[in-house]
């Protein structure tokens, strides 16, 4: 009876850890394709300062292919921007709900955009319940009476969350093209300038730029946003690129050519990530994803844990409720080859990780002390060996993206100090939050409908400001942060249980389960009481 249980758990813990794994090596594939696009970026750099010089039409010198790069803020050699004779027309939605003590920054933001003032239209696309309606409409006369083309839109039905005000707001749009920004960014004056130019190419349907982070060192909480956040704008997003698979639109901080988002089937609200499926839908269609890793858009990283896990919530449960409805459509498709559907496969998945990591973690400890039991009939722990692979596969992954990539401006020896030190700490609070995302999976695969929580940001840029006495905070314990503090004990009995048998297996993997979750549940607690 022993025996069958132990492999029960030893078969259950073996096929989470099987797709943790697998779902690593698909992510080191991105970051191959990374390396090979960078290298490829290098060596047009070489040929590009070695081009013969030759006379221009003014009696100007210039090299042939010159205006392929320019030198950006840091001095390095960036892509650069094509030349536009005609500045097409734009329209700038900023779609918010009750954004306090955001909104008006965003709006100074895109009113200083380095762009022809008659050329492009900003719409706040407001469904706020409170004093944010009266902050917006005091703005928008401001800004109107410096003679820009601004307009406060209020639906009288809000259904659909932030798609359905992107789908109404449509109607009023006049742009050929559809620039959105969430209200905690500060898009740069440049913006337009630096994206528009690569619709030139007439397959191109969205142009994405990388997140920054303005607040990034305000805590050890946001700098582990951070580390994860950097993965995607560095590796994930320029692997695809590269790669020819499937790219994302993140649901900010890019541009869309309309005809794109009318022949995908427009925005639909029966997924929380909007920006995803429609993602998806117009790439299926032959439309491209440009990505830009080298043009930056500040961005506010959530300052508190519930405001975190909210946000944790709906892009996992987005993503799971996208998978579920987009992937038969991928592989019945007969335009995306079997390499892409493999990876958007990955993709569409890539929240489900959380599913498996935790049943990893709570398998762990039974299989602990039934090792002895396994190892009796033969099993030897160097099995586990195999699974390192996934491992070292992440380490590569968040060093290359966090103290490697050309965007980052850190001196090395500070980065890479610096990515020891927090590399650990995300592993944990990444486990610690496996709970919390499981059931955000769960529900988006079972198909249970929930409200659109957006992540509520307060104007925290550096260390002097605060949050405190702010609204919007989350005051409400929930059974799951309770559950929470439960698996913190459950894995710090773990700790102890092994020690006491003599089996360090799995010490330190309990060890940051137990600091993981401890650490969710002590900050979940703290930021409830905050007043």
């Known amino acids: 009876m022993i025996s069958i249980l132990a492999y029960s758990v030893l078969a259950i813990y073996t096929i989470a850890l099987l797709y943790i794994t697998v779902y690593c090596v698909m992510q080191f594939n991105l970051l191959y394709h990374y390396k090979k696009y960078h290298k490829a970026e290098a060596e047009q750099q070489q040929l590009a300062e070695l081009e013969p010089l030759t006379v221009s039409e003014n009696g100007e010198l210039k090299r042939a292919n010159a205006v392929k790069y320019a030198k950006d803020e840091g001095g390095t050699l960036v892509l650069a921007e094509t030349e536009v004779e005609h500045w097409p027309f734009i329209t700038v939605q900023l779609p918010i709900y009750n954004e306090l ?3 008006e920054r965003l709006i100074d933001s895109v009113a200083a955009f380095d762009y022809p003032k008659d ?12 004093e944010t309606l009266e902050v917006v409409r005091k703005k928008v006369e401001a800004v109107r009476a410096k003679g820009f083309n601004i307009r406060q839109i209020c639906r009288q039905e809000r259904q659909g969350f932030k798609a359905g005000a992107l789908r109404d707001g449509m109607a009023h749009a006049q742009g050929e093209f559809i620039a959105i920004f969430d209200a905690d960014f500060l898009p740069r004056p440049e913006f337009l300038q630096k ?23 305000y805590s050890l909480i946001t700098r582990l946003q951070a580390l994860q956040l950097n993965v995607h704008f560095t590796v994930e997003q ?14 900010t901080a890019g541009v869309w050519r309309r005809e794109t988002i009318e022949d995908a ?21 032959g439309w491209r994803i440009h990505y830009l890793e080298h043009i930056g858009s500040p961005a506010e990283l959530p300052v508190e844990m519930n405001s975190l896990k909210s946000q944790q919530f709906r892009w996992m449960k987005g993503g799971a409720e996208t998978a579920k409805k987009m992937l038969p459509a991928v592989w019945r498709s007969e335009a995306l080859t079997i390499n892409q559907k493999i990876h958007t496969t990955s993709h569409l998945l ?13 398998s762990s400890v039974p299989l602990l002390f039934l090792l002895g039991d396994l190892i009796e009939l033969g099993f030897s722990k160097n099995f586990f060996a195999y699974f390192l692979v996934g491992l070292l596969s992440v380490i590569g992954i968040y060093y290359v993206a966090n103290v490697q990539a050309p965007v980052h401006k850190e001196p090395f020896g500070k980065a890479v100090f ?20 499981t059931i955000a999976v769960w529900q988006g695969f079972r198909g249970k409908k929930s409200p659109f929580v957006r992540t509520p940001k307060f104007n925290i840029k550096t260390m002097r400001d605060s949050f405190r006495k702010h609204k919007y905070l ?4 929930t059974w799951s942060t309770v559950l929470e503090g439960v698996l913190a004990l459950y894995f710090a009995g773990a700790v102890v249980g092994g020690l006491y048998i003599q089996n360090t297996t799995f010490l330190i993997f309990h060890l940051l389960l137990a600091l993981g979750y401890g650490a969710i549940f002590y900050f979940t607690l703290r930021h409830l009481t905050i007043k």
């Open 195 to 217: 994206t528009i130019p690569h619709f030139q190419d007439p397959d191109v349907g969205v142009v994405q730029t990388r997140w920054e982070h303005i607040n990034e060192d």
């Open 119 to 130: 050329r492009f239209e900003i719409h706040i696309l407001d469904d706020s319940t409170d």
């Open 474 to 477: 989350t005051r409400k314990i």
């Open 265 to 285: 089937g427009g925005w639909e609200a029966d997924t929380l990530t909007e920006d995803l499926d429609l993602s998806i839908r117009a790439q299926m269609n």
């Open 101 to 103: 003590y955001v909104i």
């Open 350 to 362: 890539a929240s489900s990780i959380f599913v498996f990591v935790f049943i990893t973690g709570f």
């Open 418 to 437: 610096k990515f020891i030190l927090l590399f650990p700490l995300f592993l944990s609070l990444s486990m610690g939050l496996s709970l919390h995302n």
């Open 238 to 251: 320029v692997g695809r690129m590269s790669g020819d698979y499937l790219l994302q639109f993140n649901g």
